[in-house]
């Protein structure tokens, strides 16, 4: 249960706050990751970003940057966000937790299903954090900490992508959630995320540059799920396969009508 609750109105304060208490207190965005189970903080003192000037939505010569307090609604009523962005949003049904929820938040909480990082990995997304670091999507995953986003950069917002969601209603949790782009340059980014303990590339695979039943083959024997209440591995697996393969012919249909 949270006992004390700051509200700094700098970056600066909120850092020194951080530094003061250290693994005691927690970042306190929308709220909507720290009262539920499984993502329920266990910390008693929150650091509130309310106040921080930290929700603003930007285009900066061909990159779209956006503040880790935007709103997921906000984010997702932004005319001109990459298609794929938008529909990765709307996969989180409830329109009021889209309200509540921040895109910095998302990324933060490390969830073991989010139906945004996919998608924000396979469009080269970078954050930018409050002590001025930058850093990939993918390497911050990889070593995640308690570090402050301030930005979140995607590099490649107009490359042609194409996202999709399983699960067994519009409101359950994800069986699976992945992501293909492909590069002005034919290069294939394929994410995922459902399989394992959180979303990642497909770089073995990427390499490949399969399509069809080869890929589906290929993505299949590259994941190793585990029976859940989602599904058999084995179902896993095949669903997953099909996915990917069923995305990828969407993103060249997409670059065929682009030409």
Same mark, same amino acid.
């Given at each position: 249960m949270i006992e004390q609750f700051f509200r700094p109105t700098t970056i600066e304060q909120a850092m020194d706050l951080k530094r003061r208490f250290q693994h005691q207190a927690v970042w306190f965005a929308g709220g909507s990751k720290l009262n539920a189970t499984p993502t329920k903080t266990e910390c008693k003192i929150a650091i509130s970003l309310q106040n921080l000037p930290m929700n603003s939505i930007d285009w900066d010569n061909g990159t779209l940057r956006i503040g880790a307090l935007t709103k997921l609604q906000q984010l997702r009523d932004t005319p001109s966000i990459p298609q794929a962005l938008y529909e990765a949003l709307g996969f989180i049904y409830s329109r009021h937790l889209r309200n509540q929820s921040t895109i910095g938040g998302e990324i933060a909480a490390q969830q073991t299903e989010s139906v945004l990082l996919p998608v924000l990995l396979v469009l080269d997304t970078q954050l930018l954090c409050?002590?001025?670091?930058?850093?990939?999507?993918?390497?911050?995953? $990889?070593?995640?900490?308690?570090?402050?986003?301030?930005?979140?950069? %995607?590099?490649?917002?107009?490359?042609?992508?194409?996202?999709?969601? %399983?699960?067994?209603? $519009? $409101?359950?949790? $994800?069986? %699976?959630?992945?992501a293909v782009a492909i590069s002005d340059n034919q290069e294939y980014r394929i994410a995922l995320d459902g399989v394992g303990e959180k979303a990642r590339r497909l770089h073995a695979i990427e390499s490949l540059t399969l399509a069809g039943e080869e890929l589906e083959k290929a993505v299949s024997n590259a994941i190793h799920p585990t029976d859940n209440l989602l599904g058999s591995a084995a179902y896993q697996r095949y669903i997953v396969g099909i996915l990917i393969s069923d995305l990828l012919t969407d993103c060249r249909q997409k670059e065929e009508r682009s030409k």
């Open positions: 409050a002590d001025g670091q930058l850093l990939s999507l993918e390497d911050y995953l $990889a070593a995640p900490d308690d570090r402050l986003l301030s930005e979140i950069i %995607i590099k490649k917002p107009f490359d042609h992508c194409s996202t999709g969601k %399983i699960s067994h209603s $519009a $409101a359950g949790w $994800a069986v %699976i959630t992945a």
